[in-house]
């Protein structure tokens, strides 16, 4: 009895696996965000000009090299409702380099910034929704990359912050 509908049985269930690894193959994407190897064109749709800044000199820096200051909040909260994150990140003018900001859970980007030239800051960026996320506390990172102003290219340097992220309904 159990024979007559083993191969049936097994018929079904090798088309079901044929299918389900087909819709992975063909239709499943994996949402990868990774740091661009030259810096986006167009500045972040969320950044404001600094408004007080006591010295907008340039640092000075070393020949094929660069001058930075991070300025930071080391908390961001995330809105489920609105998909929208509350943080701070500054550039300050004296910077000689532009940048683009990560920040993420774990090993997970839950938000990526568009480039942030010196002179400009940033206190609001749009959830990825590429993570489940429940209300609550996360142990985050801020990740700071670094791009000339005049090539575009990225640095060999990148800053990493620790961060605590606060999940809102």
Do not use: H, W
Not at 17 to 36: D, G, I, T
């Amino acid at each position: 009895m159990i024979k007559k509908y083993a191969v049936p049985i097994l018929m079904l269930v090798t088309m079901i696996s044929l299918c389900v690894a087909a819709y992975f193959a063909f239709f499943y994407e994996v949402k990868e965000v990774v740091a661009p190897d030259f810096m986006p064109v167009e500045q972040d749709k969320n950044v404001d000009k600094i408004v007080m800044e006591s010295d907008t000199s340039k640092m000075e820096k070393e020949e094929g090299g660069g001058a930075v200051t991070v300025i930071c909040k080391d908390e961001a909260v995330l809105s489920l409702g609105s998909g929208k994150i509350n943080m701070f990140y500054q550039n300050p003018s004296r910077s000689n380099s532009a940048v683009v900001v990560q920040l993420l859970i774990g090993e997970t980007v839950i938000a990526q910034s568009g480039s942030i030239k010196p002179g400009y800051e940033l206190s609001e960026m749009e959830f990825l929704n590429n993570i489940e996320l429940s209300v609550g506390g996360y142990n985050g990172l801020l990740k700071i990359f670094y791009y000339d102003e005049v090539t575009n290219e990225k640095s060999i340097i990148e800053s990493v912050v620790g961060a605590e992220i606060f999940v809102v309904p």
